[in-house]
């Protein structure tokens, strides 16, 4: 059974640092691997999708890595802002189109 | 373009009542997906609408239950409703014709059970 989990649970964070959050599965068997974004009682926002056959992905001031035979993923934002305080969502695809999730870190950027 | 939309926003039920959540694809879109998500989890994999049938269906009880309609939206029912069904319940579109690829997620019902 596909499980993910996401460490650390919470983080506070100065402006203007850079930061990584991690993600680790334990089935390599995935589809795809996505970081979500979701702001307090929303929905998600989907901030960067990496293929199996890939092993990163950029967008802005975000990178995420998949390291597929380890089962992990990290995704680094460089020079963080006050805006980017939200729930930060980890997810995998096992190739049947459902998408399993972790509980997330939920992210503070202190101004 | 509009993307996922889903109604309403807000729900307030006592338990062993029944409610039935909406949810219409993004433009383009023919299958959608149902996910649950308590306060401070991940969201929950319920169950997949393809072709007006379930295609595929997550951990969850018989009292949860949907329909998709030939235009593709969806509805997903809850019946016999119980304290820890409160959540968020999330709808998401994909396309069948790009591999059922990059889900689309609406902006979600949060529903209160009391």
């Known amino acids: 059974k596909q499980e993910v989990t996401q460490i650390p649970a919470a983080l506070s964070v100065p402006e203007g640092e850079n930061l990584v959050l991690n993600c680790s599965f334990t089935d390599s068997a995935i589809y795809n691997l996505q970081w979500f974004r979701q702001d307090p009682g929303k929905g998600l926002t989907s901030l960067l999708l990496?293929?199996?056959?890939?092993r990163e992905q950029t967008s802005g001031r975000l990178n995420a890595s998949l390291d597929k035979s380890s089962g992990r993923s990290t995704l680094y934002i460089a020079a963080s802002q006050p805006g980017d305080s939200a729930t930060y969502l980890c997810a995998v695809s096992p190739g049947d189109d459902k998408i399993i999730f972790g509980k997330g870190t939920r992210l503070h950027i202190l101004p | 373009d509009a993307g996922v939309t889903q109604s309403p926003t807000h729900l307030i039920k006592t338990r062993g009542q029944q409610v039935t959540l909406r949810c219409s694809p993004k433009?383009?879109?023919?299958?959608v997906s149902w996910y649950q998500q308590a306060l401070g989890q991940g969201p929950q994999f319920i169950f997949q609408y393809y072709e007006e049938e379930e295609r595929q269906r997550g951990n969850f009880p018989d009292r949860f239950s949907g329909h998709q309609f030939p235009n593709y939206s969806s509805e997903l029912n809850v019946n016999a409703l119980l304290l820890g069904d409160s959540a968020l319940y999330l709808c998401?579109?994909?396309?069948?014709?790009?591999?059922?690829?990059?889900?689309?997620f609406g902006p979600g019902t949060r529903l209160l059970v009391l």
């Open positions: 433009s383009g879109h023919d299958t």
């Open positions: 998401a579109s994909t396309s069948s014709r790009g591999g059922f690829q990059t889900q689309y």
């Open positions: 990496i293929q199996s056959s890939q």
